[in-house]
Protein backbone atom coordinates (compact mmCIF):
# COMPACT_ATOMS: atom_id res chain seq x y z
CA UNK A 1 0.00 0.00 0.00
CA UNK A 2 1.37 3.30 -0.90
CA UNK A 3 2.24 5.71 1.96
CA UNK A 4 -0.10 9.24 1.57
CA UNK A 5 1.57 12.08 1.06
CA UNK A 6 -0.17 14.11 3.64
CA UNK A 7 -3.05 14.23 6.17
CA UNK A 8 -6.44 16.22 6.93
CA UNK A 9 -6.04 17.97 9.77
CA UNK A 10 -8.79 17.57 12.74
CA UNK A 11 -10.40 21.26 11.96
CA UNK A 12 -10.72 20.01 7.98
CA UNK A 13 -12.30 16.40 9.45
CA UNK A 14 -14.29 18.44 11.87
CA UNK A 15 -16.11 20.11 9.01
CA UNK A 16 -16.34 17.20 6.75
CA UNK A 17 -18.34 15.60 9.61
CA UNK A 18 -20.45 18.22 10.13
CA UNK A 19 -21.15 18.38 6.69
CA UNK A 20 -22.10 14.97 7.01
CA UNK A 21 -24.88 15.97 9.50
CA UNK A 22 -25.76 18.44 7.43
CA UNK A 23 -27.15 15.57 5.07
CA UNK A 24 -29.85 14.69 7.39
CA UNK A 25 -31.00 18.29 7.87
CA UNK A 26 -31.03 18.62 3.59
CA UNK A 27 -33.04 15.56 3.31
CA UNK A 28 -35.91 16.76 5.74
CA UNK A 29 -35.49 20.76 4.81
CA UNK A 30 -34.60 21.19 0.76
CA UNK A 31 -34.67 17.64 -0.91
CA UNK A 32 -33.61 19.02 -3.97
CA UNK A 33 -30.16 20.29 -2.71
CA UNK A 34 -29.49 16.75 -1.81
CA UNK A 35 -27.97 15.12 -4.67
CA UNK A 36 -25.76 18.19 -5.01
CA UNK A 37 -24.63 17.94 -1.26
CA UNK A 38 -23.81 14.24 -1.61
CA UNK A 39 -21.74 14.79 -4.71
CA UNK A 40 -19.94 17.62 -3.02
CA UNK A 41 -19.43 15.26 0.01
CA UNK A 42 -18.07 12.34 -2.37
CA UNK A 43 -15.63 14.72 -4.30
CA UNK A 44 -14.14 15.64 -0.32
CA UNK A 45 -14.10 12.23 0.50
CA UNK A 46 -12.79 10.25 -2.11
CA UNK A 47 -11.62 12.43 -4.84
CA UNK A 48 -9.90 15.49 -3.23
CA UNK A 49 -6.65 13.44 -2.09
CA UNK A 50 -5.92 11.89 -5.11
CA UNK A 51 -6.06 15.51 -7.02
CA UNK A 52 -4.02 17.29 -4.57
CA UNK A 53 -1.54 14.53 -5.20
CA UNK A 54 -1.38 14.16 -8.64
CA UNK A 55 -1.12 17.94 -9.28
CA UNK A 56 1.46 18.13 -6.84
CA UNK A 57 -0.12 21.04 -4.74
CA UNK A 58 0.41 19.42 -1.43
CA UNK A 59 4.07 19.51 -1.79
CA UNK A 60 3.55 22.88 -3.21
CA UNK A 61 1.69 23.91 -0.14
CA UNK A 62 4.39 22.26 2.20
CA UNK A 63 7.23 24.14 0.84
CA UNK A 64 5.12 27.15 1.21
CA UNK A 65 4.67 26.57 5.01
CA UNK A 66 8.35 25.09 5.52
CA UNK A 67 9.68 28.80 4.04
CA UNK A 68 7.15 30.64 6.15
CA UNK A 69 8.65 28.79 9.34
CA UNK A 70 11.98 29.53 8.58
CA UNK A 71 11.30 33.34 7.87
CA UNK A 72 9.04 33.15 11.26
CA UNK A 73 12.09 31.77 13.39
CA UNK A 74 15.24 32.76 11.40
CA UNK A 75 15.14 35.85 14.13
CA UNK A 76 15.08 33.91 16.94
CA UNK A 77 17.99 31.38 15.86
CA UNK A 78 20.15 34.15 15.24
CA UNK A 79 19.31 35.73 18.79
CA UNK A 80 20.03 32.54 20.49
CA UNK A 81 23.50 31.90 18.62
CA UNK A 82 24.56 35.21 19.70
CA UNK A 83 23.88 34.75 23.02
CA UNK A 84 25.51 31.18 23.04
CA UNK A 85 28.67 32.89 21.39
CA UNK A 86 28.40 35.74 24.36
CA UNK A 87 28.30 33.10 26.90
CA UNK A 88 31.25 31.13 25.51
CA UNK A 89 33.55 34.39 25.00
CA UNK A 90 32.78 35.84 28.73
CA UNK A 91 33.53 31.80 30.03
CA UNK A 92 37.10 32.09 27.75
CA UNK A 93 37.58 35.54 29.21
CA UNK A 94 36.94 34.80 32.59
CA UNK A 95 39.08 31.75 33.05
CA UNK A 96 42.26 32.66 31.31
CA UNK A 97 45.27 33.04 32.66
CA UNK A 98 46.24 36.54 31.72
CA UNK A 99 43.74 39.35 32.17
CA UNK A 100 42.73 41.22 28.55
CA UNK A 101 43.17 44.49 28.60
CA UNK A 102 40.06 45.18 26.72
CA UNK A 103 38.05 43.97 29.71
CA UNK A 104 36.78 45.96 32.19
CA UNK A 105 38.06 46.53 35.89
CA UNK A 106 36.96 43.75 38.47
CA UNK A 107 35.98 41.51 35.83
Known sequence: MREQKFEYGPISRGCYVALLWLTVFFAFTDPKKLPAHIGVLLF??????????CTGLCDLWQQFRGAV???????????????????????????ARFKDPRLPKNW
Not at 44 to 53: A, F, I, K, S, T
Open 69 to 95: NDRRYRKISQKKRVEVERKDRNKRYKR
Open 44 to 53: LGLGLRPLLE
